[in-house]
């Protein structure tokens, strides 16, 4: 054996590599499997090399600023900037082209409105709640308005990480803004302080049985063991894949989510397309009504936007009955951070913008807005951006991979494969490592806290106090015709209702604000 060692390592370190390529050319020519290999043994594999790394190759070299999607290289910069408390601003003027189709304008005011000193927003320039309440209209018994207009959209534990949910939570504790667990149940790390709104969708994870039925015990049990749960949202579907159920694969399933979604180990869980706990409109509508009655929360439902017949057959039953779910959230066809043929995330729902200004006409024609806490969820996570959703009756921002990217995503786009390179979307230890809790807490708050601070400072530029009291005639968007630009109200043919604002002030001292 001795010998045998010492001729192996008297043989010099090219003829192993020569050995190398020779079997590594035999096997090339032989397998039937790829083309390329058997044309061109071995110099072949350097083409699926740089194909798997293509990727990276266009998103850090070949692309520019601003041609990546789903967020350019600046729209990134502007978040890491803001989640590390750097220079966030941009010299020599905008790089954007704006006379681009769609180009947003905000109309400012001659004179900006003036922050009185020793207000509210003077002592706390990020201070920035919802001007609505929700539940209230409905006289629910624990009524609840946001403490921060821009909030943490539904991202389930199983999509995520435990350690990006961690720093998700503790970084909205800091700035009382509110997490959505997603449909993957209420975990331990949605309990780090935050104000939760509880999301469920067709799988009833967390509140189901062992047959996979939603559970309202199970549900008020969750909320009475749980006060930081602030509001329930049910799911009928999500900008992503519209119709479709989810699926989580049974590679990402570890023992805690298997028992907190109670469901079986090693199993890809599928979610159906449809609720089996009610049927139609009006079981839509019974069904929010129990459960803000059994929970005395308030209640809403999240969807992305496509046909409108049934938002009027429910706009109608609500105008009737003065019944039904106190928030909207209304998911952009845009959005999406797990998994989703690309038939469903390239073509099945509206774009927020469109989507949003189809439904909030239709609750307007039944004098319902009022009524209504309206969220928006679609790449609205930019100050401007903002601005315009709240211009056409938005009153709150939820946010998901704009909240990833401020933890450290690097929008690798293998969140449906359990390899994020950054820890925040696997289930894989070793990747999670990286995570380093409080520092990333630390850095979602601060993102958060500047988006506040730069809305409001857009927002006095055009004369208002709060973003709430912009209206259609506030924005313009570029038609991309010879009309040139045009407001939101000429475009899209409707005016914002005004929301009933008294000031910050009012806000501050409100009993069901949130953060408390």
């Not at 979610?271 to 009006?282: D, L, M, N, R, V």
């Not at 969220?375 to 315009?388: D, E, Q």
Request: charged residues 20%; contains cysteine.
């Amino acid at each position: 054996m001795e010998s045998v060692w010492e001729f192996l390592i008297g043989i010099a370190w090219y003829w192993y590599l020569i050995a190398f390529v020779v079997v590594v050319f035999l096997y090339d020519i032989i397998q039937r499997k790829h083309i390329i290999l058997r044309n061109f043994p071995v110099v072949g594999h350097f083409r699926y090399w740089l194909e798997s790394i293509g990727p990276e190759l266009r998103q850090y070299i070949v692309a520019n600023n601003r041609e990546e999607l789903p967020f350019n290289r600046i729209e990134r910069g502007w978040i890491y900037a803001s989640a590390k408390n750097e220079n966030n601003y941009e010299g020599f003027g905008t790089d954007r082209d704006i006379y681009a189709n769609q180009y947003i304008f905000i109309n400012n005011s001659m004179m900006a409105h003036k922050v009185e000193k020793g207000s509210v927003t003077d002592k706390e320039p990020s201070f920035l709640p919802c001007a609505k309440v929700m539940g209230a209209s409905k006289n629910r018994k624990r009524p609840y308005r946001p403490a921060s207009v821009i909030n943490i959209s539904a991202m389930s534990y199983g999509s995520l990480s435990a350690k990006a949910l961690d720093a998700m939570n503790n970084g909205a504790k800091k700035v009382h803004a509110y997490h959505n667990t997603g449909e993957g149940g209420l975990s331990p790390y949605h309990k780090r302080g935050a104000d939760v709104v509880f999301h469920f969708g067709t799988g009833y994870f967390g509140v189901r049985d062992d047959d996979g039925n939603f559970s309202m015990e199970k549900l008020k049990k969750l909320v009475d063991e749980n006060p930081q749960v602030r509001a329930i949202e049910v799911k009928l579907s999500q900008g992503a894949k519209p119709g479709k159920g989810g699926v989580l694969p049974g590679s990402k399933i570890t023992k805690e989510i298997s028992e907190i979604r109670n469901v079986p180990m090693g199993e890809d869980v599928l979610s159906p397309p449809t609720h089996s706990a009610f049927e139609g409109i009006q079981g839509l509508v019974d069904f929010v009504e129990e459960i803000a009655q059994e929970t005395g929360l308030p209640t809403g439902i999240k969807a992305a936007i496509g046909k409108l017949e049934q938002w009027k057959e429910l706009a109608q039953i609500m105008k009737d009955t003065s019944k039904g779910p106190d928030f909207i959230t209304v998911d952009g066809g845009e959005g999406g951070t797990g998994a989703a043929p690309p038939s469903f995330a390239d073509h099945v729902s509206l774009p927020w913008v469109f989507g949003f200004s189809d439904l909030y006409q239709v609750f307007q024609a039944h004098e319902l807005t009022s009524e209504i806490v309206f969220v928006a969820s679609g790449k609205l996570g930019f100050p401007a951006k903002a601005a315009m959703a709240f211009s056409m009756g938005a009153d709150c921002i939820n946010v998901a991979r704009e909240a990833m990217i401020s933890i450290g995503c690097i929008q690798a786009k293998v969140c449906h494969n359990n390899t994020c390179p950054t820890g925040v979307a696997t289930q894989n230890k070793w990747l999670q490592r990286g995570i380093v809790v409080p520092e990333k807490a630390e850095r979602l708050a601060s993102y958060f806290k500047k988006f506040n601070k730069e809305l409001l400072e857009i927002t006095h530029a055009s004369g208002y106090e709060h973003p709430c009291q912009f209206d259609m005639r506030d924005v313009d968007v570029s038609t991309g015709d010879t009309n040139m630009t045009q407001t939101l109200e000429y475009t899209y043919k409707y005016q914002k209702t005004p929301v009933e604002f008294i000031g910050m002030q009012a806000l501050k001292d409100c009993l069901h604000l949130g953060g408390k």
